[in-house]
C-alpha cells in the first residue's frame, strides 16, 4: 500500500485545531494581532525562500542515487516540508519500493543544498521579517526540519543571524516534525506555556506538529517551485 504524504502522519493530531490564519490575495502571510508569550518560527519558506532551492538540490541528488525521475513531485516535496532529510528518504522508499541509502543521499542533498546557497544567496520572506523585527525582545525561536549547519547557514545568507534565542533542529528531539516534541521543546526553552505561543509554518508536517502542541498558528503562504 502507499503511504501517507509525509504530513499526513497518524498519532499526533493534538487534542484542539490549529488555529490557522489563512493568507489571502497576494499577500504571503496574515499576522496575528494577539500578543503571545513565545513566537516560534520554522526556517526553509517560512522566514526564507530557500524551497525552490531546497528542491532543486533534492532533484540533484535523488538523480545521483539513481531514484527515477518521477520520485518526488512538487506536491510531495511539500507533503514533507520540516521534515529531516533522512526522514525524507525513508517516506521516498517506503512510498515508491526504493532501496536508496538514506544518510549518504540525505548528507548528498546537504552538500548540494550549500553549494547552491553559496553560489545564489539567500532572500528573507520580507513580510515575516518585518514582524520579527517588531517583536523586539519578545522571546522568539526557530524549529526548522534542517541540520544545524545548513540552518545557520541559511540564516547567515539571508542575513538573520542573532535574531532568535533558540534554534532547535531535529537532532534535538526524539520525534520531528509532524510529532508536537521540537514546539513543545522551543516553549519550554523560551519559558513560556504552549498554549500561549504561536508558531509560524508554511508546510502540513509543522501545522501537523503545532496542533498537537497545542499552539496557534499562522499559515505562510508558499510560491510556486519554478
Do not use: W
Given at each position: 500500500?502507499?503511504?501517507?504524504?509525509?504530513g499526513q502522519t497518524a498519532g499526533f493530531t493534538g487534542k484542539r485545531r490549529c488555529g490557522i490564519i489563512?493568507?489571502?490575495?497576494?499577500?504571503?502571510?496574515?499576522?496575528?494581532?494577539?500578543?503571545?508569550?513565545?513566537?516560534?518560527?520554522?526556517?526553509?519558506?517560512?522566514?526564507?525562500?530557500?524551497?525552490?532551492?531546497?528542491y532543486k538540490a533534492w532533484r540533484k541528488a535523488l538523480a545521483r542515487a539513481g531514484a527515477p525521475?518521477?520520485?518526488?513531485?512538487?506536491?510531495?516535496?511539500?507533503?514533507?516540508?520540516?521534515?529531516?532529510?533522512?526522514?525524507?528518504?525513508?517516506f521516498l522508499n517506503e512510498r515508491y519500493g526504493l532501496v536508496l541509502d538514506a544518510e549518504s543521499t540525505a548528507a548528498d542533498?546537504?552538500?548540494?543544498?550549500?553549494?547552491?546557497?553559496?553560489?545564489?544567496?539567500?532572500q528573507p520572506i520580507g513580510e515575516v521579517l518585518e514582524f520579527v523585527h517588531s517583536l523586539g525582545d519578545a522571546p522568539k525561536a526557530i524549529a526548522t526540519g534542517s541540520a544545524i549547519p545548513g540552518a545557520r547557514r541559511?540564516?547567515?545568507?539571508?542575513?538573520?543571524?542573532?535574531?532568535?534565542?533558540?534554534?532547535?533542529?531535529?537532532?534535538?528531539?526524539?520525534?520531528?516534525?509532524?510529532?508536537?516534541?521540537?514546539?513543545?521543546l522551543a516553549a519550554e526553552r523560551l519559558g513560556a506555556a504552549p498554549s500561549r505561543c504561536v508558531v509560524f509554518e508554511d508546510a502540513v508536517p509543522g501545522i501537523a506538529a503545532a496542533a498537537a502542541a497545542g499552539m496557534d498558528c499562522v499559515r505562510v503562504r508558499r510560491t510556486s517551485l519554478s
Open positions: 500500500a502507499i503511504p501517507a504524504a509525509c489563512s493568507a489571502v490575495m497576494n499577500k504571503r502571510v496574515d499576522l496575528p494581532e494577539k500578543k503571545y508569550e513565545g513566537y516560534i518560527f520554522d526556517l526553509d519558506g517560512t522566514l526564507v525562500d530557500s524551497m525552490p532551492l531546497h525521475e518521477s520520485v518526488f513531485r512538487e506536491d510531495e516535496f511539500y507533503s514533507c516540508g520540516g521534515k529531516s532529510a533522512n526522514d525524507v528518504v525513508y542533498k546537504r552538500r548540494i543544498y550549500l553549494e547552491m546557497l553559496e553560489q545564489e544567496g539567500m541559511t540564516l547567515a545568507a539571508a542575513g538573520l543571524t542573532g535574531l532568535f534565542d533558540v534554534i532547535l533542529t531535529p537532532e534535538d528531539v526524539e520525534h520531528g516534525k509532524p510529532a508536537p516534541d521540537m514546539f513543545l
